[in-house]
Each structure stands twice: as structure tokens, then as C-alpha cells.
């Protein structure tokens, strides 16, 4: 009795975008990633000055969990309160 091999199966493979494409959209998202976590940054620290996250360690515990730098945080807190 002859065995016979299965292959596996085929997947299909995408064409890699030419360079000057692939630049272009790493520029995009890049940007995009950045005005984003600016953005949360900003949010982040308007509802730190308003109460909502603690105060001292226990603030530090929720941002770290939350998964934000609490430095960067108190940087834009401070960076807000100089503003006003």
C-alpha cells in the first residue's frame, strides 16, 4: 500500500508594499500613534487634577496598573496648571 504525503495547507501570502508606500504609511501611523497617546496623556492628567484617580502612592499604584507612566502624568499636570 503506497502512503501518501499530505501537504500542508497554503496560506496566502500578501506583496510587500514598494518602499516609497511603505514609508509613507509608517509616517502616518506614526503620527497618528503619537497625536493619540498625546491626547490620552492630556485626558489622563485633566481627570488627575479633577479627582479621579487618588492621590500620592495609591494614584501611582492605579496609573502603573492602567497601564500610564504616573511621571509623565504629573508632567502634564503640572504642564495644565501652569497654563491656567
Known amino acids: 500500500m503506497a ?5 500542508p495547507p497554503t496560506k496566502a501570502i500578501a506583496k510587500p508594499k514598494p518602499k516609497s508606500e511603505e514609508k ?7 503620527k497618528g500613534v503619537q497625536e493619540v497617546e498625546t491626547q ?3 485626558e489622563v492628567a485633566r481627570e ?3 479627582g479621579k484617580w487618588n492621590s500620592g502612592r495609591e494614584r501611582d499604584i ?12 504629573q508632567s ?3 504642564k495644565l496648571r501652569s497654563q491656567t
Request: aromatic share 4%; net charge negative.
Open 24 to 30: 509613507d504609511s509608517k509616517k502616518e501611523s506614526e
Open 76 to 78: 502634564e499636570v503640572a
Open 3 to 7: 502512503t501518501t504525503k499530505k501537504s
Open 48 to 50: 488627575v487634577m479633577s
Open 62 to 73: 492605579l496609573l502603573t496598573e492602567a497601564g500610564y507612566d504616573p511621571r509623565a502624568i
Open 40 to 42: 490620552d496623556l492630556e
